[in-house]
């Protein structure tokens, strides 16, 4: 049964970038495709980008400017970095597993991150 | 895609059943393999989505077979057949059909 943990900072200050990292475990990421998602508090779930094992990736075009993503396959964990964050940033951000064009079928507990001074 | 789903909240007694509907803007069946790519997922407070459905109307391993899919190509439905209490939750439809993959608004189920 695979696990995904996210972990980072809970508070970032305005245009400062936005740090995170999903630690797989009980699966290899050296297969399937990692996507982060987010979901703003009450509203709902936007898929921000994914990432192959090997590097490539694919990100939404609406966060595309400010999304960074990179993967350690030797610790068995892929990251998100956004940067120039702002107050609608604030969301509980969720890594999540895919087969490639296929459902989320393995998903983090999610972490809230605030954006504030 | 833009994915709209409807209505945005629903009120059902328990044992009766309870129907979402889920729009895309553009077809997400893929006509060389005849799937749909729709899934749905359900999402208690403070809790991950799961996932129930995917290529419409294949159950995940462990979903109670209350929950069923249908619909096709841009139009589609997530039924309940007896809502039981622990039923309660805000339910989304997805498509992976095309990046940038996208959710609906998400239907929240309350008991009446």
């Known amino acids: 049964q695979v696990q995904l943990q996210e972990s980072g900072p809970g508070l970032v200050k305005p245009s400062e970038t936005l740090s995170l990292t999903c630690t797989v475990s009980?699966?290899?990421?050296?297969?399937?495709?990692w996507s982060w998602i987010r979901q703003p508090p009450g509203r709902a779930l936007e898929w921000i980008g994914y990432i192959y094992y090997s590097g490539n990736t694919n990100y939404n075009p609406s966060l595309r400017s400010r999304v960074t993503m990179s993967v350690d396959t030797s610790k068995n964990q892929f990251s998100l970095n956004l940067n120039s964050v702002t107050a609608a940033d604030t969301a509980v951000y969720y890594c999540?597993?895919?087969?490639?064009?296929?459902?989320?079928?393995?998903w983090g507990q999610g972490t809230l991150v605030t954006v504030s001074s | 895609i833009v994915m709209t789903q409807s209505p945005d909240s629903l009120a059902v007694s328990l044992g009766e059943r309870a129907t979402i509907n889920c729009k895309s803007s553009?077809?997400?069946?893929?006509?060389?393999?005849?799937?749909?790519?729709l899934a749905w997922y359900q999402q208690k407070p403070g809790q991950p989505p799961k996932l129930l459905l995917y290529?419409?109307?294949t159950r995940e391993s462990g979903v109670p077979d209350r929950f069923s899919g249908s619909g096709s190509g841009t139009d589609f439905t997530l039924t309940i057949s007896s809502l039981q209490a622990e039923d309660l939750a805000v339910y989304y439809c997805?498509?992976?059909?095309?990046?940038?993959?996208?959710f609906g608004q998400g239907t929240k189920v309350e008991i009446k």
């Open positions: 009980g699966d290899s990421i050296n297969t399937y495709y």
């Open positions: 999540a597993r895919t087969k490639g064009a296929s459902p989320f079928d393995d």
């Open positions: 553009q077809t997400v069946l893929y006509g060389s393999n005849n799937k749909n790519y």
């Open positions: 997805q498509q992976y059909y095309t990046t940038p993959w996208t």
């Open positions: 290529w419409a109307s």
